[in-house]
């Protein structure tokens, strides 16, 4: 495939020759590890160093022997999609003593190690910083005791450190995500999901434990993913007392006529006195005080297991690729660091200042001083801890507000998953800012004929967890029924527009700016959130619905590859959605491991074909067994998924055969992930948020008139930040003929693709992490927490 120019081309700056690095997994498993290894293996042998497994963490450092086995390529075929670790993680008490430190450094000097790239938590990172200080000490240890020669110390004479962190609790400070958290979540809402539909049968109310001895991170997320009545989590216990409010809570819900209530207890709960709050305890609370049916339900190591999501499969590529780039470049004097994303940039901190901070929060709870935990857990955990108490707990209406402003909801294109969460965010953040809340069925189209009507709080119970939109949505523009739209924006009074949608509701926003030359009643501040599977708005590196529709890729592409388990060599050759955006074919390709993809953004033609098909045959003959090819659905007019089948079948014949599948909708539906959940939820109430402070400041002499570019804008995420764009400053940035943005951050990783399924390619670093310290390094926008 035809490659994009690099500014920095890594391979020519950053050898790996004569290097040897060495990667392990330690701690507790987490989904996604085994990602982490593929990646680093396969950057390691494609810069030219060697790489070592290391079996069963540090136990296998010091044992030795054939713990401590050379990778090839072939070796990590086939375990991206492979929950745990394939190479097995083990807890170490020998490691902790000096005794078995000085084995390990044996071990690895016998072999030229001196690059470790650790996955593990803070424990297993806190670990090797301590081997590496030790290091040179060791060495010259082993010399005395005539276990190596002089020369040795000399030539391994600095031992180098790139931690990654596997952990589906997320309890490791300065880094968004870790690695297996996203998967954990999944298996937590499948669950949750399932449970909902029992206990609505029978009225029921469900306590579920969760993991999480000393981090909430899981039950959090998973209560604001789910809407869930109640949370108990370690870092904020409930106030004393909190066993009648919570009671109150339920009986009021009940009492509006919902059928069944959620709990979510962290494994590690407490009350303000340090005493534990099992979910035992709490079934027993609402039973004895309510009567309520009650089950308990603790889901344990199933939250572990499992395929890992694409979002992990896709953390941890990259965060395996900059192991290897951080371990190219680090110097003796390069403190050791800890890989991770900052929003979808890579960041790399020094590992000890996340260690220390880590164990700060854990200081903090000892001490009781629970403001100072939520703080040190970071901007996203204190964001998702305000948004749940803002949308799970209702205010009583003679403490709202009151703003005398009516603002309408709707949503505007293709359906995505995530749309009804978004709205149900908005409604409940704008009647607890004092607004009345109006919703609007079929979009534009909709509004024109009059379908709006006022919404409750109650109305939009139970919606983050339904696929699709229930507002229903249309892709009409509205500069058809623009006089119709604005009557109903005068009849209704109309003081302000949240618009959930696509490039379609960027088009009607321009559209909608351009009429308030002629129409007052669009004078008004309007935002919109971008909710498409395509990706593709421009002013916005992810879309709400994005994450679900990779997700139907990912688990497809496994179990297509899967059903040739067995069988003799096969390629499949996949046709994903997303119009002329190849977003959704490229970082799916990522996740299932594809050997080739092709998109618009990267024009290709039949001597690319011919090249792919040639290397594919190659692979084939020498070590697998299935290949993967996705195509996106508007890449070429010529080349179809039709040709691209029967090219691959005749050039391929003798060596493998083809099947075609064209994936079509099931990509839009099914229940949203648990990502886009979170992301609809958070960038809907900042979004509503805005609305509230553009009333205020458009508010003149008894009504609301807003016609400056900025107060017509879209909220998307930028690199590391939320931000505010006007449309109208979008469209210099905006390919309107192919409905794509003219940059897109998702092409550069393109190359890492390839390299990962064997292809000479550049590679761009010059946008890799540089060590940044972990105080200060979000921005002060990134109080939406992207990344969850």
């Known amino acids: 495939m035809a490659q994009p120019d690099s500014k920095k081309i890594f391979f020519e700056n950053l050898s790996g020759a004569g290097k040897a690095i060495a990667v392990l997994t330690s701690g507790g498993d987490a989904q996604g590890m085994n990602a982490a290894v593929r990646a680093v293996v396969r950057m390691g042998l494609y810069v030219g160093a060697k790489v070592y497994f290391i079996h069963e963490g540090y136990q296998g ?69 301590l081997f590496r200080e030790e290091w040179s000490g060791l060495l010259t240890e082993l010399v005395e005791q005539g276990a190596i020669e002089e020369e040795s110390v000399q030539k391994y004479s600095a ?25 954990a979540l999944h298996r937590i809402i499948e669950v949750v999901d399932a449970i909902m539909t029992t206990a ?16 909430g991170y899981l039950a959090l997320v998973s209560a604001l993913a789910c809407g869930a009545d109640w949370v108990l989590i370690p870092e904020m216990p409930p106030e004393d007392g909190w066993e009648d409010k919570m009671c109150q809570k339920l009986s009021a819900t009940r009492s509006r006529g ?13 009350d303000r006195h340090g005493k534990p709050i099992t979910s035992s305890l709490v079934k027993d609370l609402v039973v004895k005080n309510l009567g309520f049916d009650t089950r308990v339900t603790i889901l344990g190591h199933v939250q572990r297991g499992g395929t890992p999501s694409a979002f992990d499969r896709i953390l941890a590529s990259r965060m395996g690729v900059e192991a290897v780039l951080a371990l190219l470049e680090t110097t003796a004097n390069t403190p050791a660091c800890v890989v991770s994303l900052s929003g979808n940039q890579s960041v790399r901190l020094p590992l000890m200042e996340c260690v220390q901070m880590t164990q700060a929060v854990q200081k903090a709870m000892d001490e009781k001083r629970f403001e100072d935990a939520v703080k040190l857990r970071g901007r996203s955990f204190q964001n998702n801890l305000r948004t749940y108490k803002l949308l799970a707990h209702r205010k009583p209406e003679s403490d709202l507000p009151v703003s005398n402003f009516n603002v309408a909801v709707l949503n505007v294109g293709a359906p995505a998953a995530g749309m009804n969460a978004a709205v149900r965010s908005a409604v409940r953040v704008g009647i607890s800012q004092g607004h009345k809340m109006f919703a609007v069925s079929d979009g534009f189209e909709g509004f024109s004929k009059g379908q709006i009507k006022e919404v409750k709080w109650a109305d939009v119970g139970g919606w983050t967890g339904q696929g699709g939109s229930l507002l229903g949505t249309k892709r009409t523009l509205p500069a058809k029924h623009v006089e119709k739209i604005a009557e109903q924006m005068k009849k209704h009074n109309i003081s302000a527009l949240l618009v959930i949608g696509g490039f379609e509701a960027l088009l009607s926003l321009l559209e909608l700016q351009t009429a308030r030359g002629r129409y007052d009643e669009f004078c ?17 590196d992810l879309s709400i619905g994005a994450d679900t529709a990779l997700n139907a890729i990912t688990s497809t592409c496994d179990r297509i590859k899967q059903s040739a388990s067995g069988t003799k060599r096969r390629v499949f050759i996949i046709e994903t959605m997303g119009g002329y955006c190849g977003y959704l074919a490229s970082v799916g390709g990522l996740a299932s491991g594809a050997d080739a993809v092709y998109i618009y953004e990267e024009p290709f033609d039949i001597r690319d074909l011919q090249a792919n098909v040639e290397h594919l045959t190659e692979k084939m003959k020498t070590s697998i067994q299935r290949g993967l090819v996705l195509r996106n659905e508007n890449s070429n007019d010529n080349y179809t998924t039709d040709f691209i089948y029967q090219l691959y079948s005749e050039e391929g014949k003798g060596v493998f055969d083809c099947r075609k ?56 995420m930028r690199r590391r930040a939320l931000v505010f764009q006007p449309v109208v400053q979008l469209k210099d940035e905006t390919d309107f003929v192919h409905r794509i943005p003219k940059e897109q951050w998702w092409l550069k990783l393109r190359p890492l693709m390839k390299i990962l399924a064997k292809y000479k390619t550049s590679y761009d670093v010059s946008d890799s992490g540089i060590l940044e310290h972990v105080v200060g390094s979000r921005p002060k926008e990134l109080d939406a927490a992207v990344a969850m």
């Open 61 to 129: 450092m010091v044992d030795g022997g054939d713990n401590i086995k050379e990778a090839s390529w072939e070796s990590v075929s086939s375990m991206l999609q492979i929950g745990g670790t394939v190479i097995g993680s083990a807890r170490c008490k020998e490691f902790r003593a000096h005794e078995g430190r000085l084995k390990a450094a044996h071990n690895l000097v016998q072999r030229g190690i001196t690059n470790l790239c650790v996955i593990g938590g803070d424990g297993s990172l806190t670990g090797a910083n």
């Open 159 to 183: 031992l180098h450190i790139v931690g990654m962190v596997g952990s589906i609790d997320n309890d490791f400070c300065g880094t968004d995500m870790t690695i297996g958290t996203d998967s």
């Open 200 to 215: 609505q049968s029978h009225q029921r109310t469900f306590v579920l434990e969760v993991m999480g001895r000393h981090c």
């Open 258 to 270: 919902t059928r069944l209530n959620i709990i979510i207890v962290a494994e590690g709960a407490i």
């Open 524 to 540: 008004v501040p309007m935002v919109m959130v971008p909710a498409t599977v395509s990706n593709n708005v421009p002013g916005s």
């Open 661 to 716: 599948n064209v994936l079509g909708h099931m990509q839009q539906g099914g229940a949203p992930s648990p990502f886009d959940r979170n992301f609809g939820t958070k960038i809907s109430a900042k979004a509503m948020q805005w609305v509230t402070n553009k009333l205020q400041e458009t508010f003149r002499q008894g009504r609301v008139f807003a016609n400056t570019e900025d107060t017509c804008c879209l909220l998307g």
